[in-house]
């Protein structure tokens, strides 16, 4: 059976290959070693999670530290900077500022999880360097209110922002362009 594509529809491949070659990687270390400081655009897109967090007044911003962290240990996208977790949780501070129940929810959740960290690893949860041990802890509040809370916000706050579609591989509706069989159905490359 023979398919066809339309006419405006284009099929994005994925190249599967590294981009460094052994030539650009020598060339990197070698500034490394001889003590230059190579600033990426990454490096200076990535503003400190504490400037992130510093506009949360209704949640605080240590609140909103721990909240980034336990977002990026729900839904781990090393690609995606702290940036993209802070606007995930959001809405999160919005609620907090018009409701008194959502705010005490989300404070004595984060307090609770850190006194947990602390009698466990001597230290608040966002504070633990091994995501597999902030993990452990999660596992023990998965079936809390705040947790539920917290990952009810962040699946659509993440997974629903357009500016992070690109960075997952998810090329966005398809539906107008002829639908994905013909069109990168198979190509997402971080499952």
Known sequence: MKTSQSAGAAMRTLVKQPTVTRRGFLRGSGLAAIGVTVITPAALAQPPRNALTASFRALGPATARTLVVMSRDVFPHDKLSDRYYTDAIAPLEKAAVGDQKTRVLLQQGVTALDAAARERFGKPYAEIAREADRVT???????????????????????????????????????????????????????
């Open 137 to 191: 802890l999660l596992r023990t509040i998965e079936e809390t209110p705040f947790f539920q809370k917290v990952r009810g916000e962040l699946v659509t706050g993440l997974y629903n922002n357009k500016v992070v579609w690109p960075l997952l591989g998810y090329e966005g509706s398809s539906w107008e362009k002829g639908g994905y069989l013909q069109r990168g159905f198979n190509d997402i490359d971080w499952l």
